[in-house]
């Protein structure tokens, strides 16, 4: 899938790639110039991260450590047993 850039420096997102990533009218796209290829990241707006906060509840409310809740959401990690090769290293 191809565009072409205008001598403004504009491209024209294809439309399906728009639909699949999801974008709309407005969206803000930031450019990543660190990046070694064109890498653009579709930015949340400053209200949306407002109203998840005032949204958002802590589910483990102060009772758990950080490790208890990672247990929580992943299930405990069992660590495989040693074998006696790898004791020789």
């Excluded at 949306?48 to 802590?58: H, M, S, T």
């Amino acid at each position: 899938m191809q565009a072409t850039l205008t001598s403004k420096g504009q491209i024209t997102i294809p439309i399906h790639v728009r639909n699949r990533l999801h974008l709309k009218p407005g969206d803000v796209l930031e450019f990543d110039e660190t990046a070694p290829f064109l890498k653009a990241t579709k930015t949340i707006p400053s209200k949306a991260w407002e109203e998840f906060g005032r949204g958002w509840k802590d589910p483990w409310p102060g009772t758990m450590t950080m490790n208890e809740v990672m247990d929580d959401l992943r299930s405990p990690v069992e660590f495989p047993q040693k074998t006696s090769h790898e004791d020789c290293r």
